[in-house]
């Protein structure tokens, strides 16, 4: 891989680790081997990622999330 990914990187503007730039460029995420589409966050270090909960929202109007242990691996979508 020509780039390291963060430990942790987040889909939400509002967090201290999203970064635009990587997100436009695509990562992926597989989890415990398989590829998930519907990743919010993940932090390798710690093994987890949360993942959207359906249609659900909090009192803020964002989607609930769930947390998921297990082994994560992001990686660029674009190798080229």
Known sequence: MSQDLPDRLSTNPGSPHYDAELLNRG????FNGDEKTNVDEYCVSEGWIRVTAGVAKDRRGNPLTIKLSGVVEPYLRDAG
Not at 27 to 30: Q, R, Y
């Open 27 to 30: 990562v992926g995420i597989k």
